[in-house]
């Protein structure tokens, strides 16, 4: 069974960064690619990036481009969000996610099959 499991979320000041990480274990070979989505109180999941395993090609959310960045080590089986220059309006629980369709990237929560349980990230101003 796959698990994923988040870590590296916090407080931290408007300005600031933070780098949040998922480590995966179980059938992992099943999965295309891994994402990030955040989910604020009263708002629905939101799509942050995507990477897949192999050849690690990224997509992100174009209003978080150039913030966040998606990365993986395929040797540790994990998967990184490096979030930089953070806002209060990130704060939000940060989900790791896995997809087994390789079609193509895709941004919609639904179409992932596998969560991890999230991780809280606070940016106070």
């Known amino acids: 069974q796959v698990q994923l499991v988040e870590s590296g979320g916090g407080l931290v000041q408007a300005g600031g960064s933070l780098r949040l990480s998922c480590a995966a274990s179980?059938?992992?070979?099943?999965?295309?690619?891994m994402a990030w989505f955040r989910q604020a109180p009263g708002k629905e999941r939101e799509f942050v990036a995507v990477i897949n395993w192999n050849p690690g090609t990224t997509y992100h959310s174009e209003s978080l481009k150039g913030r966040f960045t998606i990365a993986r080590d395929n040797a540790k089986k994990a998967v990184y969000l490096q979030m930089n220059s953070l806002k209060p309006e990130d704060t939000a629980v940060y989900y790791c996610?896995?997809?087994?369709?390789?079609?193509?990237?895709?941004?919609?929560?639904?179409?992932?099959?596998?969560w991890g349980q999230g991780t809280q990230v606070t940016v106070s101003s």
């Open positions: 179980g059938p992992i070979f099943s999965i295309y690619a």
């Open positions: 996610a896995g997809i087994r369709r390789s079609d193509a990237f895709h941004t919609e929560a639904q179409q992932y099959d596998y």
